[in-house]
């Protein structure tokens, strides 16, 4: 501090600081008061109608008799099937990516192609849905159908962030493993898919609560608006939580908009206990290197 | 320990379950002698929606083990779906089109048209605005069709005030706006289009009501709902001015703006005892269940009559 290099411009440097930081705080509060509003104000409208009734009953006309358990057991059924079929197709996909492929042209137009459709709209997924699963394979406006349909959607995000998981572990517990004799394959099973477990883990389910909020693929394959039963098989019809709420947000009748919000708080803590879980699968299974 | 026991489940059991699942998922319950089961699906028109979604609810109280599905894909998707066959009833806002009919006939599926209740095509106007409380069919029209130079009231008439109009109605996807402008400018599908779109009519309703200079359009629930903050403009239709209500919009005094509600079924379907139930039922009960969802009954006897004019039973 003595030298007089130092010291130039010192103040105005430490302004500059002091305004970055400003902004950064900023930045995170904005974000969390939008939160906080839309927290607030579903909650003003939508408190009162929480209860076991609103959870365990059907869609209603009568806003006192109407209940989201068709839309909720949906869902369920929804993030089972999406959960089923991204996370064994996205992990195997990034395992070949990542451990078998050569690093060729090939290879990095596959990679593009899968970062690429990252970005695709999902209404589009729900236009190939439609063609693919409904009318080609036959499935019908299923449940099974819906779940396909959001598998594609969120397979490219599960395969990056699988990549990246595998990416992460070093490289010398491989080369270690193959130093004492073992095979690729057990090398893989053995060493790196449990050190890259919890990334791969968290990587999906915070895919699926992306994929948990999606209504327009949904509609576009045929999700259905009014169901008063539970879906008991993946060729049964259904509904789910965002359609609910959309549906009632369109009703002329203000206490359905108060359902709305009712069943936006319902679908707002699935998503905590979602990302509650990728934290904590996270942190009980992460090792350091 | 723990992580390989997950990778078995994640990798192994998972997509087993899911086979597991998708093979004993399917199986169609047939008719069952205790009652009635099975499926009667219904998708089209968002404006019918609220009539068979309270038809479908009441129904599946009176037989629980029948499964009535009910879905939004507009009156033109319902069709599309319909002639497909793959569903059993359609719900529709204005009749069937000739290629719509064409549709069908190539699949084999006939589409048999059942009238269920009126609505009425509501314009509303902001309570603030106080002349503009009745308007001719000629005066609407002017306003809404195609180029119309129409951006002040007093362009409409001149002791109106010089004060801005403020436009919203129905996007062009919907029913109401295929109907509003057959009935006002005369041509279907032909509007002015720099006017506020929306496919919800709440935002509409939200819109008219915070802008004084402002008129729309959209059904007459939406309107019952939010009558005391909008007002209604009576019609002139050359026999004075008729504002939407109950009575009006079931005597047909109302006109050109009342409007039926179909429901389209298949022939072929009322031969599965669920759907000639339900369609029954659906008759049977209009008249209590329609005015409650916010839609005008048709007269008791008519409903009646299309009750003797389902075909008889195969």
Same mark, same amino acid.
């Given at each position: 501090?003595?030298?007089?290099?130092?010291?130039?411009?010192?103040?105005?440097?430490?302004?500059?600081?002091?305004?970055?930081?400003?902004?950064?705080? $900023?930045?995170?509060?904005?974000?969390?008061? $939008?939160?906080?509003?839309?927290?607030?104000?579903?909650?003003?409208?939508?408190?009162?109608?929480?209860?076991?009734?609103?959870?365990?009953?059907? &869609?209603?006309?009568?806003?006192?008799?109407?209940?989201?358990?068709?839309?909720?057991?949906?869902?369920?059924?929804?993030?089972?099937?999406?959960?089923?079929?991204?996370?064994?197709?996205?992990v195997g996909a990034a395992i070949y990516l990542e451990e078998y492929a050569p690093r060729n042209w090939f290879t990095r137009l596959l990679q593009t192609n899968i970062s690429n459709l990252a970005g695709v709209p999902s209404i589009v997924y729900g236009i190939l849905g439609?063609?693919?699963?409904?009318?080609?394979?036959?499935?019908?406006?299923?449940?099974?159908?819906?779940?396909?349909?959001?598998?594609?959607?969120?397979?490219?995000?599960?395969?990056?962030?699988?990549?990246?998981?595998?990416?992460?572990? &070093?490289?010398?517990?491989?080369?270690?493993?193959?130093?004492?004799?073992?095979?690729?394959?057990?090398?893989?099973?053995?060493?790196?898919? &449990?050190?890259?477990?919890?990334?791969?883990?968290?990587?999906?389910?915070?895919?699926?609560?992306?994929?948990?909020?999606?209504?327009?693929?949904?509609?576009?394959?045929?999700?259905?608006?009014?169901?008063?039963?539970? &879906?008991?098989?993946?060729?049964?019809?259904?509904?789910?939580?965002?359609?609910?709420?959309?549906?009632?947000?369109?009703?002329?009748?203000?206490?359905?908009?108060?359902?709305?919000?009712?069943?936006?708080?319902?679908?707002?803590?699935?998503?905590?206990?979602?990302?509650?879980?990728?934290?904590?699968?996270?942190?009980?299974?992460?090792?350091?290197? | 320990?723990?992580?390989?026991?997950?990778?078995?489940?994640?990798?192994?059991?998972?997509?087993?379950?899911?086979?597991?699942?998708?093979?004993?998922?399917?199986?169609?319950?047939?008719?069952?002698?205790?009652?009635?089961?099975?499926?009667?699906?219904?998708?089209?028109?968002?404006?019918?929606?609220?009539?068979?979604?309270?038809?479908?609810?009441?129904?599946?109280?009176?037989?629980?083990?029948?499964?009535?599905?009910?879905?939004?894909?507009?009156?033109?998707?319902?069709?599309?779906?319909?002639?497909?066959?793959?569903?059993?009833?359609?719900?529709?806002?204005?009749?069937?089109?000739?290629?719509?009919?064409?549709?069908?006939?190539?699949?084999?599926?006939?589409?048999?048209?059942?009238?269920?209740?009126?609505?009425?095509?509501?314009?509303?106007?902001?309570?603030?605005?106080?002349?503009?409380?009745?308007?001719?069919?000629?005066?609407?029209?002017?306003?809404?069709?195609?180029?119309?130079?129409?951006?002040?009231?007093?362009?409409?008439?001149?002791?109106?005030?010089?004060?801005?109009?403020?436009?919203?109605?129905?996007?062009?996807?919907?029913?109401?706006?295929?109907?509003?402008?057959?009935?006002?400018?005369?041509?279907?599908?032909?509007?002015?289009?720099?006017?506020?779109?929306?496919?919800?009519?709440?935002?509409?309703?939200?819109?008219?009501?915070?802008?004084?200079?402002?008129?729309?359009?959209?059904?007459?629930?939406?309107?019952?709902?939010?009558?005391?903050?909008?007002?209604?403009?009576?019609?002139?239709?050359?026999?004075?001015?008729?504002?939407?209500?109950?009575?009006?919009?079931?005597?047909?005094?109302?006109?050109?703006?009342?409007?039926?509600?179909?429901?389209?079924?298949?022939?072929?379907?009322?031969?599965?005892?669920?759907?000639?139930?339900?369609?029954?039922?659906?008759?049977?009960?209009?008249?209590?269940?329609?005015p409650e969802v916010g839609y005008v009954p048709l007269a008791t006897e008519k409903y009646e009559e299309l009750l003797g004019d389902l075909p008889a039973a195969m």
């Amino acid at each position: 501090m003595n030298d007089a290099r130092f010291l130039p411009k010192q103040a105005k440097r430490k302004r500059a600081g002091a305004i970055f930081q400003a902004v950064c705080l $900023v930045s995170i509060g904005f974000s969390i008061a $939008v939160l906080a509003i839309l927290i607030v104000d579903v909650s003003r409208d939508g408190l009162r109608w929480l209860s076991w009734d609103f959870l365990s009953r059907y &869609p209603s006309r009568i806003p006192a008799r109407a209940g989201i358990k068709s839309a909720i057991l949906g869902s369920l059924w929804m993030m089972a099937l999406t959960a089923g079929i991204s996370f064994p197709l996205g992990v195997g996909a990034a395992i070949y990516l990542e451990e078998y492929a050569p690093r060729n042209w090939f290879t990095r137009l596959l990679q593009t192609n899968i970062s690429n459709l990252a970005g695709v709209p999902s209404i589009v997924y729900g236009i190939l849905g439609l063609a693919i699963f409904v009318r080609f394979f036959g499935f019908g406006r299923s449940v099974l159908a819906g779940a396909a349909t959001l598998a594609l959607l969120i397979l490219p995000v599960v395969i990056i962030a699988s990549q990246e998981a595998l990416k992460a572990v &070093p490289n010398s517990l491989r080369e270690a493993s193959y130093g004492v004799g073992a095979t690729k394959w057990q090398t893989i099973r053995y060493q790196v898919l &449990p050190v890259a477990l919890p990334g791969i883990l968290t990587g999906t389910i915070l895919s699926l609560s992306r994929a948990i909020g999606e209504t327009a693929p949904l509609i576009m394959i045929g999700a259905l608006t009014f169901i008063a039963f539970a &879906p008991t098989s993946p060729m049964d019809p259904f509904t789910v939580l965002p359609i609910q709420i959309f549906n009632w947000t369109a009703k002329p009748q203000a206490d359905f908009h108060d359902l709305a919000a009712g069943a936006i708080i319902v679908l707002l803590v699935v998503l905590l206990v979602m990302n509650a879980a990728a934290i904590v699968l996270r942190n009980r299974y992460q090792k350091r290197f | 320990m723990y992580t390989r026991k997950l990778i078995r489940v994640l990798f192994v059991a998972a997509p087993l379950a899911l086979v597991a699942a998708g093979c004993g998922g399917g199986d169609e319950q047939a008719g069952d002698e205790a009652g009635l089961s099975g499926m009667v699906s219904i998708d089209g028109s968002s404006t019918v929606f609220p009539i068979s979604e309270a038809m479908a609810e009441e129904f599946q109280i009176a037989n629980p083990d029948v499964r009535v599905t009910v879905g939004i894909s507009g009156t033109g998707g319902g069709f599309k779906k319909f002639c497909a066959g793959e569903t059993d009833i359609s719900n529709a806002s204005r009749p069937i089109k000739p290629t719509e009919i064409e549709l069908c006939a190539e699949n084999g599926v006939e589409a048999m048209e059942i009238p269920v209740a009126w609505d009425g095509l509501t314009v509303v106007r902001n309570p603030a605005n106080d002349w503009a409380t009745c308007m001719t069919v000629d005066e609407l029209a002017r306003l809404w069709q195609p180029g119309s130079t129409i951006e002040r009231w007093n362009q409409i008439r001149e002791d109106w005030p010089d004060e801005e109009i403020v436009l919203y109605g129905p996007d062009t996807d919907s029913g109401t706006f295929d109907y509003f402008t057959e009935a006002i400018v005369g041509e279907e599908d032909a509007s002015r289009d720099d006017y506020t779109a929306s496919a919800d009519d709440n935002v509409l309703v939200v819109g008219v009501e915070g802008d004084e200079g402002s008129i729309g359009y959209f059904g007459f629930a939406y309107y019952e709902e939010s009558s005391d903050r909008l007002g209604a403009v009576a019609v002139d239709n050359g026999n004075g001015c008729v504002a939407p209500a109950r009575e009006t919009i079931e005597n047909g005094t109302y006109a050109p703006l009342s409007r039926p509600m179909f429901i389209y079924i298949k022939p072929d379907a009322l031969a599965k005892p669920q759907v000639r139930a339900f369609v029954e039922f659906y008759l049977n009960n209009a008249t209590a269940l329609v005015p409650e969802v916010g839609y005008v009954p048709l007269a008791t006897e008519k409903y009646e009559e299309l009750l003797g004019d389902l075909p008889a039973a195969m």
